[in-house]
């Protein structure tokens, strides 16, 4: 069965601070691998899908990364402002189902 | 274009009474999901839909049943409430398998007390 860790369960950094988030899983029979936000009380927004054959995605100020074989992925944040506080959850799919297993996520608190 | 919507936002009941979740998505979408988010564990898959008149069991589909009459809806229904469904219930859809390269869109969620 799919595990999905994060780590840590909670982060607090000083404004333009640049952080890492943590996600491992323990079948590494994956297709993708997503990273949500979500900001309290409000549903999931898609941030980077990485496909299995990929290493990393890049949107603006976030970077993906992806090691299968080591079942780890790194959420990077480069220049932290205080918008991007939310909590971020990663989840993994596999091919042959549609279980998309999450993590408990990471309640990132960015301080001006 | 709403996107994803729930009904209700909130709701509270008492153990033993039976209620419906409704999710509506103006995307045309394909695939429907229905899931729940627990203090610490994440999300969990219930049941999906791969097609109108389609449903599918997830990870954690007892105590609930869904039906998909309208290819926009997807209702999630608790026959019989106990206090350990009390949770925050997420729907959401996407145009293809999930595996895929396709995301999710998610509604904002219904929040749901059983006492």
């Known amino acids: 069965k799919q595990e999905v860790t994060q780590i840590p369960a909670a982060l607090s950094v000083p404004e333009g601070e640049n952080l890492v988030l943590n996600c491992s899983f323990t079948?590494?029979?994956?297709?993708?691998l997503q990273w949500f936000r979500q900001d309290p009380g409000k549903g999931l927004t898609s941030l980077l899908l990485i496909q299995s054959s990929q290493r990393e995605q890049t949107s603006g100020r976030l970077n993906a990364s992806l090691d299968k074989s080591s079942g780890r992925s790194t959420l990077y944040i480069a220049a932290s402002q205080p918008g991007d506080s939310a909590t971020y959850l990663c989840?993994?799919?596999?091919?042959?189902?549609?279980?998309?297993?999450f993590g408990a996520g990471t309640r990132l608190t960015v301080k001006p | 274009n709403a996107g994803v919507t729930q009904t209700p936002k909130f709701r509270v009941l008492k153990t033993g009474q039976s209620m419906t979740l409704l999710c509506a998505q103006d995307m045309n979408h394909e695939y429907m999901y229905w899931y729940r988010q627990d203090p610490g564990m994440g999300l969990r898959l219930i049941h999906y839909?791969?097609?109108?008149?389609?449903?599918a069991k997830g990870e954690v589909p007892d105590g609930y049943n869904v039906s998909r009459l309208k290819k926009q809806n997807f209702l999630l229904g608790l026959e019989s409430a106990a206090p350990s469904q009390t949770s925050v219930y997420f729907c959401a859809s996407s145009y293809s398998l999930l595996a895929r390269q396709e995301t999710q869109y998610f509604g904002p969620g219904t929040r749901l007390l059983v006492l």
């Open positions: 079948d590494s029979a994956i297709y993708n």
């Open positions: 839909s791969v097609g109108e008149g389609t449903t």
């Open positions: 989840a993994v799919s596999r091919d042959d189902n549609n279980d998309m297993r």
